[in-house]
């Protein structure tokens, strides 16, 4: 199955249909520290919000990227399960090293500062907000992904729809007030929290709330592809 | 390995393609699969393979190893031919260096050796085709399925395919087939299933020299022109009567033994036309 990880983001990164993800997601970055320097709790909220689409987006290319019938050639080479893991492993992969990308920016164009009064918090802490906030949107980036991909709806115009629906999803039902707010993963609460009191409880619930978000889609995602041969 | 009541359709309300196939096949043997165009061969062949999942039904004691090459080989991919192969040799279990032997044994039989570094969007289809034989026979498989092998091959490589059929037979393994091109004579051992509407039905070879008459009814004024297609297709036609009431046994070669199932002219011109004349060809 590491063969299989490995010559699915090779195949991702030679074709050079990584770049794209990659360059919308640092253009997006950059117009976000580009208003001002924040705190990195603050700020690293916000960018895990906008690279939830991004990094659903990236999962739908490196998926996509991989011929109907090496996939089929995949499957019978190493088998079914392994084969549907092997696709959200590589994906999930490749969004850290994005993550990574996105937690480094900000440092780089000087979009984020240290505490400025002493109730803030300090960096290293505001950092850890920052990772964990990131870390909660990759499951479910990579879970919308995967439902979005082509071994998933069949035809481009679904998935885009599918990312679209999901993207904007997630923004709309996360706004307090919201009348549905689980049907959508918790990034929105995430980066109020993580701009907010971050209390552990309130944490521990919404990590619970985004992995059980990404398992049902991971689940509708296993159920398309079985039911798509 | 069992196809038990196979049903297989691609869409909820789509046709079926395969209703109710049931076959088998054991160790050491191999079946061609038979049938025209868009009549479901490949379909079969994915299913046996576990790239389709029968609607209904079930495949049972499939091999754990199975080889599977596709009809079109996929070349619309980043790697050379050597980075495919090595991946897909480790995908298939084997270590670093076992990879490497395989690979390097592999290309050399097929001929591809000066194509290694060559990436794969670049190869022509032929050489594409082997590469997709390649992949199916680096780790020796239990079940061997291959479809259309002999498209776009070049003629070494033709003489090749009944020979790695023959090796993976030796070991143990079954073999699956499928040909519109005829080359399946170089494979003499071969069970026949034949692909139809939606079913599977074993066909017996015939001794040789059995022959069987079939009745054809045309309309009157294309009699000429149809007598002289079978003839130029090697049919050999009995008589041709004016009327399409059955007939009662025409003389000749396989006349005697019509029983009264056998197809009988309807309408127009009835022609009686040896088959087996045409299918010893």
């Known amino acids: 199955m590491i063969a299989l990880i490995r010559l699915r983001l090779a195949g991702f990164l030679r074709t050079g249909r990584a770049v794209a993800p990659l360059l919308v997601g640092l253009v997006a970055l950059g117009i976000l520290y580009g208003g001002g320097r924040a705190q990195p709790a603050e700020a690293y909220g916000v960018s895990a919000v906008v690279l939830f689409p991004v990094l659903a987006w990236q999962t739908k290319i490196l998926l996509d990227v991989e011929p109907d019938v090496q996939r089929r050639l995949a499957q019978v080479t190493v088998g079914v399960a392994r084969e549907r893991l092997a696709g959200l492993l590589a994906a999930g992969g490749a969004a850290l090293v994005t993550v990574a990308v996105a937690l480094a920016f900000p440092w780089l164009v000087g979009g984020v500062t240290g505490p400025v009064d002493p109730a803030d918090r300090s960096v290293p802490v505001g950092v850890a907000l920052g990772l964990w906030a990131h870390l909660l949107v990759v499951p479910a980036a990579v879970a919308l992904g995967a439902l979005a991909s082509r071994a998933s709806v069949g035809g481009a115009g679904y998935g885009v729809a599918v990312l679209a629906l999901g993207g904007v999803g997630a923004v709309v039902l996360g706004l307090t007030g919201s009348v549905a707010p689980w049907l959508a993963p918790p990034i929105m609460a995430a980066a109020r929290t993580t701009a907010g009191d971050a209390a552990a409880l309130t944490m521990v619930g919404l990590t619970a709330w985004a992995l059980a978000w990404s398992a049902a889609a991971v689940g509708g995602y296993l159920v398309r592809r079985r039911a798509r041969g | ?281």
Do not use: C
């Open chain 2, 1 to 281: 390995m069992r196809l038990e009541n196979v049903w297989l359709r691609y869409h909820r309300r789509g046709p079926w393609v395969l209703r109710g196939v049931d076959v088998r096949i054991g160790p050491g043997e191999v079946a061609v699969v038979l049938g025209r165009n868009g009549v479901g061969k490949s379909t079969l062949l994915q299913v046996a393979a576990g790239v389709l999942r029968p609607a209904r039904g079930r495949v049972a004691d499939r091999p754990r190893r199975v080889g599977w090459v596709p009809e079109r080989f996929p070349a619309d991919q980043p790697f050379t031919v050597a980075r495919y192969l090595t991946g897909m040799a480790r995908m298939a279990g084997l270590g670093r260096a076992a990879a490497d032997e395989a690979v390097a044994g592999w290309t050399d039989r097929l001929g591809l050796a000066a194509f290694r570094a060559v990436r794969l969007p670049e190869l022509s289809k032929g050489t594409a085709q082997k590469v997709g034989l390649a992949q199916a026979m680096l780790r020796p498989p239990g079940l061997l399925v291959l479809d259309e092998p002999w498209e776009g091959l070049d003629a070494s490589t033709r003489e090749l395919v009944p020979e790695l059929i023959d090796e993976v037979l030796a070991a143990g393994g079954s073999v699956l087939v499928s040909d519109h091109r005829g080359e399946t004579v170089r494979l003499p051992g071969a069970r026949h299933w034949a692909v139809a509407d939606g079913s599977v039905t074993e066909e017996t070879p015939l001794p040789d020299g059995t022959v069987a008459v079939i009745e054809v009814a045309v309309p009157a004024a294309r009699v000429a022109g149809t007598v002289a297609r079978l003839r130029a297709e090697g049919h050999q036609v009995l008589r041709v009567r004016p009327d399409a009431r059955p007939a009662p046994p025409p003389a000749g070669p396989g006349g005697a033994d019509r029983t009264p199932d056998e197809p009988v002219a309807v309408d127009g011109a009835g022609l009686a036309v040896d088959r087996a004349a045409g299918e010893a060809r």
